[in-house]
């Protein structure tokens, strides 16, 4: 008895944690008040009363745990910043680092993620090089972290805060270097860094698997982590429960060849579990597991106290949130706790139906986070394990510590990532969207309770039909709409008809970079085309594009076509006329797409469409830009590209009758465009502008803003109000993403 009421401790304290860091307070509250009433069905007065005194106590501090990490922006302008050697990642010029910041004034002393750029190759030298740990006396600034501004993006805050890191520095001078003094936690990290420099210099795949076996690190922007990734086989490669059972074992067996006692190798495991922690990174499944075994090891083998496993992994499951709330919220946490909850809940079935179990319990949450899921996971799961154990750990291992294995098991891991990116291709993964989250809890739910169901059947019927309606929502939706992404000084817009029977992008947005000496050049990263549009796309379930319109050759216009083209099929692309034969457009397209060039009154297949410009052949300058106008519910709205007010005007003359609702304002509200004559004569209701903030460009103009103050024409910006979307089912609404909250305008 007392072991569920320490399990229904931890679902509260999940509970709590999700009230306190979510948007979706109303569901997790209803949640918490059906633990409630199961406590008082329980008919415990003892249950009721420590029920009572945890949920009061730990919301309290959850409350304040989920407020003390607010570092206020401002100026740094002398302080420490406390470094462990293996905090420090270097990327071209750019120095990313994780420290505890110090301040005389200031108590008391924060983790922050801070970021320093080199002046010189021998400054990025010496921080690639380094072995030791750092206190830097420094000058920066704390900059603000905003949330995310477009729907379903990623949340960079939560995920600060779910590291315990108080916000972000910018360093602007290192005024000293010096070595940190010596600590017995330092020592480790010191350790794990020389090793970690040491594995760079091997051959490329057994340097990738051995640093994410090892030492924990798995370099996302490597083309190997996005096929394993693909497959669903990420989590053998972060170190969890499977590598702590590993060393455990190898410590025991140790242990009994050299005679040591059973109780003298548990005291041994409980000094070597905490390095093994800090040498592995610390991953939140890590840290679970390590916990588990601590515990499990020091009460039952040491205090030989009777404890269930379930009860140990609710200890440590609250006291995880209770440390750091805000991991309640990332994927890894969620699915290392619910998988092994699992685990403990199956223990007397095969190995083939647990496999298949895990898999379908994790699939709600991985479309939740990843909105896509590939079929192909549960038999390679089953598969890949004893490839994984026979092959791969040992084959790491080996070369990683003979240099004579270096070849031979360099080979074997390049045959196995051959495989990976072979199959990695496989049309295998479905794109399922984002559900409701009160799905997810229901699916979740669900599936733990089919494991002793009475009528199974009847489950079953449940969670299909669950499925099936969720995944008809998101894929056939009853409204249509218009986005204008936040894509910072760039363009990108959407239209979308309801069911989805056409999906077409004006625009990729995309960065525009210069020129810079090799050195700085940083590796390849996701672009704000992937992190945003595709992101948003993926999460609607929309696999494919209908058609690309792309309005001018510009970067901030097509930058991000590679990116979107690479994780979204795009069945064609339509430029302006003479664009087609541009050389640096042509070498962005990476897959065979047809492309057709438009002028004034070509005829595009998508329905309410029409081309206005250009006139005549260019080659996708400004001033070719291509211009469209879309009828959509009796609403008509208007895309310029980067046109200037020559241009407009030649509109206007071809077009005298021309009115518009929604005026997209040409080249981000800049003075060369959007003349007075264009606002006299489409009379708009809204005009919508898309830009950076803070761009270089200062744009919108002053004059451009002036003209629609003056013909009283409202205006939304991007860089205030966020991404713009513009729905219509049974009403008409706008909808806007701002960084601090969602408005809704009707």
């Known amino acids: 008895m007392r072991q569920q009421l320490v399990f229904y401790l931890a679902l509260a304290t999940v509970c709590l944690s999700l009230l306190v860091t979510s948007s979706h307070k109303l569901l997790f509250a209803l949640v918490w008040v059906l633990l409630t009433l199961r406590i008082i069905w329980a008919q415990q007065k003892s249950w009721l009363i420590v029920w009572l005194i945890w949920n009061i106590t730990a919301t309290a501090w959850l409350n304040w745990r989920s407020h003390d990490l607010n570092l206020p922006p401002g100026n740094v302008t002398h302080a420490q910043l406390q470094v462990y050697a293996d905090d420090v990642e270097v990327d071209g010029d750019r120095v990313a680092l994780v420290g505890i910041l110090v301040e005389q004034e200031k108590i008391p002393k924060v983790r922050v993620q801070a970021y320093y750029y080199c002046h010189d190759q021998r400054e990025q030298a010496f921080y690639c090089q380094n072995k030791h740990n750092l206190v830097l006396t420094i000058a920066g600034q704390v900059r603000p972290v905003s949330g995310p501004t477009n729907e379903n993006q990623f949340d960079y805050r939560h995920y600060l805060a779910s590291k315990r890191l108080a916000g972000v520095l910018t360093i602007k001078q290192i005024r000293r270097v010096a070595v940190a003094r010596g600590t017995p936690v330092g020592m480790v990290h010191h350790w794990r860094q020389q090793w970690r420099l040491y594995l760079e210099k091997l051959p490329y795949y057994l340097k990738w698997y051995s640093k994410a076996l090892l030492l924990g690190i798995n370099e996302t922007a490597e083309p190997l982590y996005t096929d394993i990734q693909r497959l669903g086989l990420i989590y053998l490669f972060c170190l969890s429960g499977m590598h702590v059972f590993y060393l455990v074992t190898l410590v025991q067996k140790c242990g009994q060849y050299l005679h040591i006692s059973r109780e003298t190798s548990n005291w041994i495991l409980l000094g070597i579990l905490p390095v093994f922690l800090i040498i592995a990174g610390q991953s939140p499944s890590l840290i679970r597991a390590v916990l588990m075994v601590e515990l499990t090891i020091f009460l039952r083998d040491i205090l030989h106290y009777p404890v269930h496993s379930l009860t140990i992994w609710a200890v440590v499951l609250s006291g995880n ?81 003979w240099p004579g294995g270096f070849n031979g098991c360099e080979e074997i891991l390049k045959g196995i990532s051959a495989v990976w990116e072979s199959m990695a291709k496989w049309p295998t993964t479905i794109t399922y969207g984002k559900p409701a989250l009160i799905t997810v809890i229901g699916m979740i739910s669900m599936l733990l309770y089919h494991q002793v169901a009475v009528r199974k059947k009847i489950v079953k019927i449940l969670l299909m039909s669950m499925l099936l309606l969720n995944y008809g929502i998101i894929h056939f939706p009853l409204s249509d709409e218009v986005v204008y992404f936040d894509i910072g000084q760039g363009d990108a817009t959407l239209l979308r008809q309801r069911f989805n029977r056409q999906v077409v992008l004006i625009d990729t947005g995309g960065q525009v970079s210069f020129n810079r000496e090799r050195w700085r050049q940083r590796a390849s990263r996701r672009t704000n085309g992937e992190a945003i549009i595709v992101n948003y796309l993926l999460s609607q379930g929309i696999d494919h594009l209908d058609g690309l319109l792309l309005t001018h050759q510009d970067t901030d216009h097509t930058g991000n076509m590679p990116s979107i083209m690479w994780r979204i099929a795009v069945r064609e692309i339509y430029v302006p006329w003479g664009m ?92 060369t465009a959007t003349s007075i004559e264009l606002l006299r004569q489409v009379e708009p209701q809204i005009a919508i502008i898309s830009a950076g903030r803070n761009n270089r460009y200062h744009h919108p103009s002053e004059e451009t803003v002036t003209k629609l103050n003056e013909r009283k024409i409202p205006f939304m910006n991007t860089a205030e109000v966020g991404m713009i979307k513009i729905k219509k089912g049974w009403h008409e609404e706008i909808m806007t993403f701002s960084p601090n909250e969602q408005a809704e305008h009707k």
């Open 580 to 671: 087609e034969h541009n050389q640096h457009f042509r070498n962005k397209i990476q897959e065979p797409t047809t492309i057709h060039p438009v002028v004034a009154g070509s005829k595009l297949p998508f329905r309410g469409m029409t081309v206005l410009h250009p006139i005549q052949k260019g080659m996708g300058k400004n001033e070719d830009s291509m211009v469209l106008v879309y009828n959509w519910q009796q609403r008509w709205f208007f895309f310029s590209g980067d046109l200037d007010q020559a241009g407009e005007k030649a509109i206007l003359y071809q077009n005298p009758d021309l009115k518009i609702d929604y005026l997209k304002l040409g080249h981000h509200g800049s003075k």
């Open 321 to 401: 949130l209770l440390w750091s709330p805000f991991q309640v919220q990332m994927l890894g946490f969620e699915l290392s706790y619910l998988l092994t909850m699992v685990l403990l809940l199956s223990q007397e079935i095969s190995s083939l139906r647990l496999g298949v179990r895990l898999n379908l319990v994790s699939f709600p949450l991985l479309v939740w986070h990843t909105f896509q899921w590939n079929w192909l996971t549960i038999p390679l799961s089953l598969v890949v394990m004893p490839v994984f154990q026979v092959l791969i750990l040992p084959s790491t291992i080996v070369g990683s510590i």
